[in-house]
């Protein structure tokens, strides 16, 4: 504790200065005794209302610690105090150390020799003064003697700073007082204290090594704890910690991974016990000497596992820890793995401290049994305990840390030298690296350049922003998507009903290589996970849906799933917008949804309740999308033709007029008997035509020869797409039947022929009547199938729009009445018994129309 020696000179040295040495010595071995019984005690609540300290009370995050005031030390408690035996017998001592006298008393005197001045002097006394007008004071070699004999303090031990909790003074308050005998002065220097400090934002003072200093809670940084942080990636500077929630799951066995970027050889990783003091159960780990080290203890003797190599000083490193049982396991980054056993036949750990992260509030007492005690210097990016990974920022916004002191963040400042061009905005991605957010219709690294996007790539950082679903789906949803992921975690799609995290969501995500369907009615979601995993690099569809709390999974030909939301409540609500491929900001998804990382990879198509999402047309906003590899980027389709893309492959919708693979093909001749290939149609809206197809009455008669048992023969409607009380007339073929469907605004009515011989290749006759409700349907003049709409209504209402052969998007705006096109030819149309269609003439416009090969 003291360096040098107390020399008895009985002609020159008065009884003061064996007085003064003799209690210098006195009291720094009993404070040696109580820093070494360092006892410490957290308790919840505030200082005001919920204290129970005896003396002192400290604020800390979500709680508080207990101090006693000088010459006592805290009891075992952890909240009452108990005086320091002996130190009421040496005023000189006593006084010379108290906060309201830091210096001797003018009464006392002490002579020495003039070889032997007694000198007390701060270090660096040209320091620039802190913002309070204080120094900070080093008291390193506080106590020296002329002749090289130090009398100086272990600053190691923090011994002035610890135990009596030293404020500072300004150099400029110094005390000389006269040494009688001798007539030189004696320099005694107010020791460094807390006294005029404020530390903001709850902060504490405390004296450290001579160095007056604020522990900022976690969120707060600066010299006085002045500046609001955010701790995402958490930096520790070898002073401080942070505690994440105990650990409840490790009893059996427990699996960690760190990912860390260390600054120091020597340094505590992480830490969790039983009891403050580690005596029972354990667990820990620390870089000792560069290597790191695993150690654990059910309760009758530890493990201690020992990395085979070194971590990667200022770099990235990966350690891996697992403990089943006894046995536990370590690995470093791509080193071998060392393996273990705990003493004694204890297999379980309970543990019952928060796990503390980078340090612990008294790392003295850990020596024994962590082997260290030293906090951790450095970064750590990423932690995760049995696959939970612990979002690092402070419980009460959205993380999982409930307290700390002294953190700092790893990616500050990584945005300093970067310019985002066209509006971008730069974030960390990471501790050390950064990212430009941006907007759709750019890309690049620095966003400098402008891009055209057929099918939106996602990069992890992406998303599109679409307006949400609102109470369009109360009671049904149904989402189907073409995708293509090349990551097994990321979020595909998300809707929400709140911003706190909480309430009505739907999500779609990759969840470890399965695809996952979440929803939730208000009081709790549906899982439903797919059965196999989903390859990577490859194009998927999926279809989920919901009918009240039951949902539904089908993914390309794996077997169909089903599962059900908590609670009894079957509506659901989306007010919040929605969002593909990833998030704006996770803190606003719910906690349920367990959203984390946005998607990678390709989305080709997304169909909500039968209406087709135009991805980037609808975008409110947009970040970070590129456009994905597919041979429509080429622009294969020629003469106007449009680019379809079907997974991997495309075709080309050639307009009337064109035809082939990429409408290269010139069509001279008029198309007097049209053949249709199930993405084909031709579109009527001359007056003669559709006055003839609305009102109360309509008689259609044609000859065709179908070749496919589903398509759409002929549709006209009021709107696109459809609702269930919207006006349609349509004729087509759906599983083999040939129906006869209409809708007058009360009701549906379906009239059905069920005949496999309809596409046998040959042709056929077809008339379909309505007067008013009542519909017939006959088939080559032999059968008549007849049927009603329901309700009162008589006449039909359209758009003026009569499309023959198909439509676009035909499975979207029938609402999957009818799932494609029609596929054959079509040789004469009439209606109302005196208008024959010349199909290949009248048309106003068409889509992948080519001649019949046989003709009627």
């Known amino acids: 504790m003291l360096s040098g020696t107390c020399h008895h000179q009985p002609t020159t040295m008065p009884s003061n200065i064996h007085r003064l040495c003799f209690s210098t010595i006195f009291v720094f071995l009993l404070l040696d005794l109580a820093i070494s019984q360092d006892i410490q005690a957290f308790f919840q609540g505030n200082c005001q209302h919920d204290k129970v300290c005896a003396d002192i009370c400290t604020p800390m995050d979500n709680g508080y610690f207990c101090g006693c005031k000088e010459g006592h030390v805290l009891s075992t408690n952890g909240f009452s105090c108990r005086k320091i035996p002996g130190l009421e017998e040496h005023p000189v001592v006593d006084e010379a150390l108290n906060r309201n006298s830091p210096s001797l008393p003018s009464s006392d005197t002490i002579t020495l020799s003039s070889s032997e001045q007694l000198v007390i002097k701060p270090a660096g006394q040209n320091g620039q003064d802190d913002q309070t007008g204080h120094n900070d004071v080093d008291l390193s070699n506080s106590l020296s003697r002329d002749n090289g004999h130090d009398l100086a303090l272990d600053t190691n031990d923090h011994i002035m700073a610890e135990m009596f909790d030293l404020k500072e003074k300004s150099v400029k308050d110094t005390h000389s007082d006269v040494i009688q005998g001798v007539g030189e002065p004696l320099s005694l220097i107010h020791r460094p204290s807390c006294h005029g400090v404020v530390c903001q934002n709850n902060g504490t003072c405390l004296v450290d090594r001579s160095i007056v200093r604020c522990n900022c809670p976690i969120g707060t940084s600066g010299r006085r704890c002045e500046k609001q942080i955010e701790v995402r990636f958490p930096k520790f500077l070898g002073n401080g910690y942070l505690a994440l929630p105990v650990l409840k799951s490790g009893y059996k066995e427990f699996d960690i991974q760190i990912d860390f970027k260390p600054q120091a050889n020597n340094g505590l990783l992480l830490f969790t016990a039983e009891n403050t003091n580690a005596k029972s159960d354990f667990f820990s780990v620390a870089l000792i000497d560069g290597y790191v080290e695993f150690r654990y203890d059910c309760g009758t003797g530890p493990a201690i596992l020992r990395s085979k190599v070194q971590v990667t000083m200022g770099n990235w490193n990966r350690v891996h ?42 790392m003295t007492s850990m020596l024994p049994r962590i082997g260290i005690t030293k906090p951790f210097v450095g970064c750590v ?233 135009q991805l980037l047309e609808d975008a409110s906003q947009g970040v970070n999308i590129e456009g994905c590899e597919h041979p429509c980027l080429g622009e294969p389709c020629m003469n106007g033709g449009e680019c379809v893309p079907d997974r991997d492959v495309y075709q080309c919708f050639c307009p009337l007029g064109y035809g082939n693979t990429n409408c290269e093909d010139e069509i001279e001749k008029t198309v007097y008997v049209p053949r249709y290939t199930g993405h084909s149609f031709l579109l009527y809206t001359g007056r003669s035509i559709n006055k003839r197809v609305s009102g109360s009455k309509i008689d259609i008669q044609l000859t065709m020869k179908p070749e496919s048992p589903n398509g759409l023969i ?141 003709q009627l």
């Open 381 to 613: 990016q990423e932690i995760t305990i049995n696959e939970y990974r612990y979002d690092l920022r402070k419980k009460e916004l959205v993380g999982d840390t409930l307290f700390g002191i002294n953190v700092g963040e790893c990616s500050e400042g990584v945005c300093n030298q970067v310019q985002c061009a066209r509006g971008g905005k730069c974030v960390a991605k990471s501790a050390d690296q950064h990212i430009c957010l941006c907007p759709l219709g750019t890309g690049g690294e620095n966003c400098q350049y402008e891009i055209n996007v057929r099918i939106p790539e996602f990069g992890g950082h992406s998303y599109l922003q679409h307006n949400g679903l609102g109470r369009s789906t109360l009671s049904y949803t149904q989402i189907e998507m073409v995708f293509k992921p090349t990551s097994r975690e990321g979020t595909l799609l998300y809707n929400g009903y709140t911003l706190d995290r909480k309430g009505d969501f739907l999500s779609l995500a990759m969840k470890e290589g399965h695809l996952e369907f979440c929803f939730d009615l208000g009081t709790g979601p549906g899982v439903i996970r797919s059965v196999e995993e989903i390859s990577l690099g490859q194009w998927h569809w999926v279809r989920v849906s919901r009918t009240g709390l039951r949902g539904v999974m089908e993914v390309d030909e794996q077997p169909r799933i089903e599962g059900v939301s908590h609670g009894a409540f079957t509506q659901l609500t989306l007010l919040q917008d929605l969002y593909i491929g990833g998030h704006g900001n996770y803190d606003h998804t719910s906690r349920l949804a367990n959203l984390t990382t946005s998607f990678q990879g390709c989305i080709q198509k997304i169909i909500i309740n039968e209406q087709p999402l």
């Open 714 to 854: 002929l549709w006209s409607g009021r709107e696109q797409p459809i609702t269930s009380n919207s006006d349609y007339l349509a004729l087509g073929f759906v599983n083999g039947a040939l129906q006869f469907r209409y809708n007058l605004g009360s009701g549906e009515a379906v009239i059905s022929y069920n005949d496999t011989r309809l596409y046998d290749g040959e042709w056929h006759t077809v008339r379909a009547q309505r007067d008013k409700q009542d519909g017939f349907l006959e088939v080559d003049e032999t059968e008549i199938v007849e049927g009603s709409s329901p309700g009162s209504y008589t006449m039909l209402n359209t758009n003026k729009m009569l499309y023959i052969g198909g439509m676009p998007n035909v499975s979207q705006n029938t609402l999957r009445k009818f799932t494609r096109g029609f596929d054959g030819c079509i040789a004469s149309l009439m209606l109302a018994e005196d208008y024959d269609i010349r199909l290949g003439e009248e048309a106003q416009s068409g889509r992948n129309i080519l001649p019949c090969r046989t």
């Open 321 to 362: 820890a697992r403990r089943v049982d006894n046995e536990g396991s370590l690995r470093l980054n791509d080193g071998e793995m060392v393996v273990g056993f705990s003493k004694g036949a204890y297999s379980r750990i309970t543990l019952s401290l928060p796990v503390y992260v980078g340090g612990y509030r008294n």
